[in-house]
C-alpha cells in the first residue's frame, strides 16, 4: 500500500530547521512488523478530539493527547503517525520540534524525559480519510467509520499502532446538526454544542478504535446483566435490520455459558453503507458492512459471523496478543466460536468444517506458514497475515487440543483464559502453559507440531483424516 508522507506545517519549519538532523523509525521488534510501535514508554490513555465538516473527503482538524509513562530516558519521542499534517507539538504543554521518519512522527522535548515520569504529550494535526482501502478511515455512504487492523490507526491519529501496548480512550468528536456519532465504551453524557464524547472503561489497543459518524439510527437494547446494548445503522435500514440484530443478546448468552461473563461496559453491531467485504471486532462496537446484515436469505452466515465478531470481545480485544505472530489466538478462537455456534443451530456440522480444515491444511502452511508462526506478508501488505490458516487453521489447533484433552477440560482452559489475561496481552507460551496447567500434564510436545509444523499432526480421534493431495498445476 502507498502511503502518503506527513506534510510539515510551515509555522513547524523553523523550528526543525534548528532542530537536531532527523531521527529514524523505531520499533518495538515484532517479528513480522518490526517497526510498528514505538520503544521507551507506556502509554496509560488517549484523548482524541475530531472535527468533522460534513464532507467525508476532507481532512478533519484533529487533537491527540497521549499521557505516558516512560520507561527509559528519553531524548526524543517516537510516535507512529502518517497521512495526516502536524502543526504543532508540545510536550508537557512545552512546545517540542518534531519531524518524520518512514511513517514514524519523531519528537524532540525541550528537555529529555527521564525514565519513570509521567508526560503528556499533545499534537495538533489533520486526519485525513483519502481513500478508501479499508484500512484508517473508511468513507461511508453517510460519513465516516474506522477499520484500523492491523496498523491503521496511525493513519488516522498519532499513536503507539502495536496492540501490545493498550492505553484507555476518550473521543470528543464534533459534527453538524443532524449527524450521529458513536465510538468505543459510553457516553460522557448527551454531546453539548455538537461535541460528542465517549470514554472507555477498559484499556484498549489502537487497532480497536471505532467511531462512527453518520447520519444514523441507534438501536438500543438489554443483554444478560443489564448490559446496555446499543446498535448503529443507516437511519433508513433500522426497520430491516431490527430483527437480525436483536439476536446479539441470545448470542451474549450463549458465548457467556461457553467462556463466562461478556468482558466490557456495553456491546452492539456498527452496520455501514461502504461496500466492505469483512467485519471487525472493534471494541464494544463491532463493524459490519450493511449489505451483509441485510441480504435476504442471510441470516444463518450473518449470524455466524455476528458470534466470531462477539467472541473477539473476549479473544483478542479483552485479551490481546502480545505480538503479531500471536493472532492465531484471536482468529482461531473466534472461528471456533462461530464453527461451535454453527453446529448447535444446524447450520454446518462442526466436525465436517474441521475435517475439511484438515485437509486444506497443509496447503495452509505451505502458502502462509503454521497458525503460530506466520510468514511476512509480501504483495498484500499488512493485511496479507489474515489468510485461511489463521482462520479455520486456528480453529484446527483448537478442535484437536479438545480431543486430547476433553470437552470439560477444554472448557476450564477457555474461562481460565480470558479470566486470567483479561484486560492483558498475552501470547502463544502463556496459551500452551495455561492449556498444561489446566490438563495436568505437559502438553507442550503436543501443541508445537500443531503450531509451528510445516505439516499438519495426526488428529486425535479421527485417523481417517488425511491432508488433500493437490492437483497437478493447481493447489488443494
Not at 112 to 119: I, L, N, Q, S
Not at 203 to 222: C, D, F, H, K
Not at 275 to 287: I, N, R, V
Not at 416 to 433: E, L, N, P
Request: charged share 25%.
Amino acid at each position: 500500500m502507498r502511503l502518503r508522507p506527513l506534510a510539515l506545517a510551515a509555522a513547524a519549519l523553523a523550528v526543525l530547521a534548528a532542530a537536531p538532523p532527523a531521527g529514524s523509525p523505531l520499533g518495538i521488534g515484532d517479528p513480522l512488523f518490526p517497526h510498528l510501535g514505538n520503544p521507551g514508554y507506556d502509554v496509560t490513555a488517549y484523548d482524541l478530539a475530531f472535527r468533522y465538516e460534513g464532507r467525508n473527503d476532507r481532512p478533519l482538524e484533529a487533537v491527540t493527547r497521549i499521557d505516558a509513562r516512560a520507561t527509559d530516558t528519553l531524548r526524543s519521542v517516537n510516535l507512529d503517525f502518517t497521512q495526516g499534517t502536524v502543526h504543532a507539538v508540545t510536550v508537557d504543554g512545552v512546545k517540542a520540534g518534531f519531524t518524520e521518519a518512514g511513517e514514524d512522527l519523531v519528537i524532540r522535548p525541550e528537555h529529555p524525559v527521564r525514565a519513570g515520569a509521567r508526560f503528556r504529550v499533545t499534537v495538533r494535526h489533520t486526519s485525513e480519510p483519502l481513500r478508501n482501502d479499508g484500512a484508517g478511515w473508511v468513507r461511508t455512504a453517510d460519513g465516516l467509520a474506522m477499520a484500523n487492523q492491523a496498523d491503521a490507526a496511525h493513519r488516522a491519529f498519532p499513536c503507539n499502532d502495536h496492540p501490545a501496548d493498550k492505553a484507555r480512550f476518550t473521543f470528543r468528536v464534533t459534527a453538524p446538526r443532524g449527524y450521529t456519532v458513536v465510538a468505543n465504551g459510553l457516553p460522557a453524557g448527551e454531546p453539548v454544542d455538537g461535541v460528542w464524547t465517549y470514554r472507555s472503561r477498559h484499556p484498549m489497543a489502537t487497532e480497536l478504535a471505532q467511531i462512527s459518524i453518520g447520519r444514523s439510527a441507534v438501536l438500543t437494547g438489554e443483554g444478560p446483566h443489564g448490559l446496555p446494548l446499543r446498535h448503529v445503522v443507516p437511519a433508513a435500514d433500522g426497520k430491516a435490520l431490527r430483527p437480525v440484530l436483536t439476536r446479539t443478546a441470545e448470542h451474549l448468552r450463549w458465548m457467556e455459558q461457553r467462556v463466562g461473563r461478556y468482558p466490557f461496559e456495553t456491546y452492539g453491531v456498527l452496520a455501514v453503507d461502504a461496500g466492505l467485504g469483512y467485519a471487525l471486532e472493534t471494541q464494544t462496537l463491532s463493524l459490519f458492512d450493511r449489505s451483509l446484515l441485510a441480504r435476504a436469505g442471510a441470516e444463518a452466515y450473518a449470524e455466524g459471523v455476528m458470534v466470531h465478531e462477539l467472541a473477539h470481545q473476549w479473544f483478542g480485544d479483552s485479551v490481546t496478543p502480545r505480538r503479531w505472530t500471536d493472532l492465531w489466538l484471536n482468529e482461531g478462537h473466534a472461528t471456533w466460536y462461530e464453527a461451535l455456534y454453527n453446529d448447535e443451530q444446524g447450520v454446518e456440522p462442526l466436525a465436517e468444517r474441521m475435517a475439511v480444515a484438515y485437509a486444506h491444511s497443509d496447503a495452509w502452511r505451505a502458502q502462509g506458514g503454521p497458525p503460530a508462526d506466520l510468514r511476512k506478508p509480501s504483495a498484500d501488505g499488512k493485511l496479507g497475515i489474515f489468510r485461511p490458516n489463521v482462520y479455520d487453521g486456528s480453529a484446527l489447533v483448537l478442535y484437536a487440543l479438545r480431543q486430547e484433552i476433553g470437552a470439560d477440560a477444554f472448557q476450564r482452559l477457555e474461562r481460565a483464559w480470558v479470566s486470567r489475561y483479561a484486560d492483558r496481552t498475552a501470547g502463544t507460551a502463556d496459551f500452551v502453559a495455561l492449556a498444561s496447567e489446566t490438563a495436568g500434564r505437559d502438553l507442550t510436545g503436543f501443541l508445537e507440531p500443531w503450531l509451528y509444523g510445516e505439516r499438519t499432526p495426526a488428529m486425535p480421534g479421527h485417523p481417517d483424516w488425511r491432508p488433500a493431495v493437490p492437483e497437478r498445476g493447481g493447489r488443494s
